[in-house]
């Protein structure tokens, strides 16, 4: 069974920066897509980011630069790094695994594997 397991979470003051990692195991195949999305109370759960094994980016639109995708792909460990992290930005983080291809990586419908999720809580 493929495994998604994310860490990284907690409190931060407004402004501060926060590293979010994801460490998948299991037989997760070939052109494995990761990716990350948050969920915010009484919302459904939205798109950040995700990254092809080659490196190719897709991200959304709303976040204004501050967060980064990155993977190490020897490790099959994803990572995110927020940055100017503001208190809008609470929410639980989730990791998600896409094995198919030339997929809408923006859609949780993409995705087939996903972690518990981690808590990211930003105080002003």
């Known amino acids: 069974q493929v495994q998604l397991v994310e860490s990284g979470g907690g409190l931060v003051q407004a402004g501060g920066s926060l590293r979010l990692s994801c460490a998948a195991s299991?037989?997760?195949?070939?052109?494995?897509?990761l990716g990350w999305f948050r969920q915010f109370p009484g919302r459904e759960r939205e798109f950040v980011a995700a990254i092809a094994p080659s490196g190719d980016v897709t991200q959304s639109d709303s976040l204004e630069g501050r967060f980064t995708i990155s993977r190490d792909n020897a490790k099959n460990t994803v990572y995110l790094r927020m940055t100017s992290l503001k208190p809008e930005d609470t929410a639980t983080y989730y990791c998600a695994g896409a094995s198919a291809s030339w997929l809408n990586y923006r859609s949780a419908q993409a995705y087939d594997h996903w972690g518990r999720g981690t808590q990211v809580t930003v105080s002003s």
């Open positions: 299991g037989s997760t195949g070939d052109n494995y897509h």
